[in-house]
């Protein structure tokens, strides 16, 4: 592993399982923490993007776009937010079109890896918000990942579809990122009072770490979407601030340990 930011990717194909939602309050988690973090919008929907930067939409050329379709370095790419210590490597509908763009691209798998080499001694962690797919942008962020977080929704969740993404991992591990490692789970959108959400828990625990923090569903994200804002700016007090706030000790201690 080079040395620099630690690189967190967040993934898992099903849509709407609150990758998104976890990816940008951790990262301002971190921020609070007092990390450097760098948040990298690898989805066409732009939904981090919106949020970071108040729904003003950035040009292809200024996204992580030009990282697939030129081998652009993301130096020059990263955008500052309004809040400090987090930066952002936007995205643009455009990378729609990175699948067909990179099919038959014999270093397809490493454009992201590479692009983000020069900006890595500015940050404490890097994480990258994936698509819902396992197409090449997401293999492109485990390629570029020392590790996956894997946000799972009680009411969504299917073991296929986890074993699937696991397995996925463990491709990409064995054949092009040795140091790649699954650092865990992350139950969102959970209550806690339900038995289906309680007999969930123990078949999963057998596959992949589940994190002790978990994350309640709750109006005041959606709210804080719809505002274009972190968890943290629209109601730090609210009790999903202080489980995104937990849940960046925790995954700042897992980081450390390994
Ligand atoms: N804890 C929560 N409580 C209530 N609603 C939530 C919570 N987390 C996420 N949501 C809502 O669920 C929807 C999906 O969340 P999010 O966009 O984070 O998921 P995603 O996995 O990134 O989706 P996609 O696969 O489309 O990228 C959003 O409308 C979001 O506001
Ligand atoms: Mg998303």
């Known amino acids: 592993m080079s040395s620099g930011a630690h690189i967190l990717c967040v993934a898992n194909q099903k849509g709407g399982v609150g990758k998104t939602t976890s990816a940008l309050n951790l990262a301002h988690s971190l921020v609070r923490q007092s990390r450097r973090v760098l948040l990298v919008d690898l989805d066409a929907q732009a939904n981090s993007t919106s949020v970071l930067m108040a729904d003003e939409s950035i040009a292809p050329e200024q996204s992580v776009y030009v990282v697939f379709k030129d081998k652009h370095k993301a130096d020059p790419l990263i955008l500052t937010g309004r809040i400090a210590g987090l930066d952002l490597l936007g995205a643009h509908l455009k990378l729609a079109e990175v699948e067909t763009l990179l099919a038959g691209a014999v ?151 390994g």
């Open 107 to 257: 270093d397809g798998f490493f454009r992201l890896a590479d692009a983000l080499q020069d900006c890595r001694e500015r940050y404490d962690c890097i994480i990258l918000d994936c698509p819902p797919n396992l197409g090449m942008l997401t293999v492109n962020a485990f390629v570029a990942a020392n590790s996956l977080l894997v946000p799972l929704q009680t009411a969504k969740f299917s073991l296929d579809g986890l074993t699937a993404i696991l397995d996925t991992a463990t491709t990409i591990q064995g054949r092009f990122n040795p140091g790649f490692r699954v650092l865990g789970a992350l139950l969102t959108m959970h209550n806690a009072r339900t038995a289906i959400s309680q007999a969930f828990i123990e078949p999963i625990a057998e596959y992949i770490h589940l994190f002790q923090s978990r994350i309640s569903r709750a109006v005041a994200v959606e709210e804080a979407h719809m505002m274009h804002q972190t968890i943290f700016e629209y109601q730090p007090g609210s009790k999903v601030a202080l489980e995104y706030e937990t849940l960046g000790q925790e995954v700042w201690d897992a980081i450390q340990e």
